[in-house]
């Protein structure tokens, strides 16, 4: 096989790429370890920042978006006995959508059918090779278990922080830093309306609480547990009495509303920054090049902005011969990215607490940055420009 722009990844960075790059005459292929159906229905992000609404909706790809997404103000920060509202509007003209990665998953997949994008899922043995030549390949073993090879101009890893693109790089080109969060998220999906017409996002003693949603009558939770937290350990009951306590129901008249857990897992909290961003004939994009904790839900949105950038400078690249903008995408990209790992950093560390034996000092740190941030116009303009978005190529 032969193409211009060999993608590795049908997450939403390697389809969108493939949906920006095909808008301007430019050839792809996008090979996926994943099956289609597993790719759609992986449980992911599912807050949009004001700038990603705008880019889907500029490409034609923001119909359902704008019939079912449904959009936010702002946020609740809150701790025992406080509840104070971060008005974005007011603060920034600016709004987010609560919108599902999946539901962003199928409109791409949709849409990349009707254009008859070549997409290989469930492959295998993927593997990048001779990068640094004028004519990088990618071989992989197709679904049906023959080897094939994918001559291409220029490959991109939007595979994740476990796929075969981020350790292309070699490691006398590459520099990488990274965190462990000494916690986790325990992460639960209920058939229950939310009990919150916005996000609230919960310091307690005890621990960090968030309040999602999904959609009318979906709603999302998140509990800060300790690392390697066993979800089966959780029940049912557990978790909504855990959730009521750190959420303050009963507070002020509001109430958890209870409902059918349908899912549950843990997730790590980790900060990885891979630069450059490019080697050669090899450029990442997304979880590929970065992770960020999810508490300033960055993941998703830095994807969307890093191909929001590499797309027009691959055009650039192989329609016009022009080198420049492919040659500044990594600088330009991991400004972005170091600017959303701090806030991400910024955000973790001000709402998780340490549990039993917590340092008594840090918390009254914690809650004096909450009470700045919510009575300070300067605070709360900057959590809100940094959670909304900030412009595509800051």
Same mark, same amino acid.
């Given at each position: ?6 993608? /590795? ?33 992986? $449980? ?132 990488? +830093? ?24 919960? =310091? ?34 557990? /978790? ?50 970065? $992770? ?52 991400? =950093? +910024? ?48």
């Amino acid at each position: 096989m032969r193409t211009q722009v060999a993608i /590795i990844g049908a997450g939403p960075a390697g389809l969108l790429l493939s949906h920006l790059l095909e808008a301007e005459g430019v050839d792809s292929v996008v090979v996926e370890t994943r099956s289609r159906d597993y790719v759609e229905s992986r $449980i992911r992000a599912g807050i949009l920042e004001q700038s990603t609404v705008d880019l889907l909706t500029d490409v034609g790809l923001g119909a359902r978006l704008a019939a079912e997404g449904d959009r936010h103000r702002g946020i609740y920060l809150q701790w025992p006995h406080e509840r104070q509202h971060l008005d974005f509007v007011d603060l920034i003209g600016r709004t987010v959508t609560v919108y599902g990665q999946t539901e962003v998953q199928k409109d791409l997949g949709r849409a990349r059918d009707a254009a008859g994008q070549p997409i290989h899922y469930g492959v295998t043995g993927t593997a990048l090779h001779d990068l640094d030549s004028e004519h990088p390949y990618v071989t992989f073993t197709d679904a049906e278990g023959t080897q094939q090879r994918l001559d291409a101009d220029v490959v991109v890893g939007c595979d994740g922080s476990f796929g075969p693109s981020r350790a292309a790089v070699p490691e006398a080109a590459r520099q990488t +830093w990274q965190r462990a969060y000494p916690y986790s998220w325990l992460g639960i999906l209920a058939d229950v309306a939310p009990s919150t017409d916005e996000l609230i996002y919960a =310091w307690h003693p005890n621990g960090f609480a968030l309040h999602s949603m999904r959609s009318s009558s979906v709603s999302r939770f998140y509990l800060q547990v300790p690392p390697e937290t066993d979800a089966g350990m959780w029940s049912d009951g557990q /978790i909504w009495d855990a959730l009521a306590e750190r959420l303050g129901h009963g507070e002020a008249g509001w109430q958890l509303t209870p409902g059918p857990i349908t899912a549950k897992s843990v997730l790590p909290m980790h900060s990885f920054v891979q630069q450059p961003m490019r080697y050669c004939r090899l450029f990442l994009a997304g979880d590929a090049a970065h $992770i960020v904790p999810p508490t300033g839900a960055k993941g998703l949105n830095l994807a969307v902005a890093d191909v929001a950038l590499l797309a027009p400078a691959l055009v650039a690249l192989l329609r016009r011969g022009d080198p420049g903008p492919a040659g500044a995408y990594s600088a330009t990209a991991l400004r972005r990215v170091w600017r959303c790992t701090h806030f991400s =950093w +910024w955000m973790t560390t001000m709402l998780h607490t340490g549990g039993a034996g917590a340092d008594p000092f840090e918390a009254q740190l914690q809650l004096s940055q909450l009470r700045w941030v919510t009575s300070s116009e300067a605070g709360a303009r900057g959590l809100a420009e940094n959670y909304a978005g900030l412009p595509i190529g800051f």
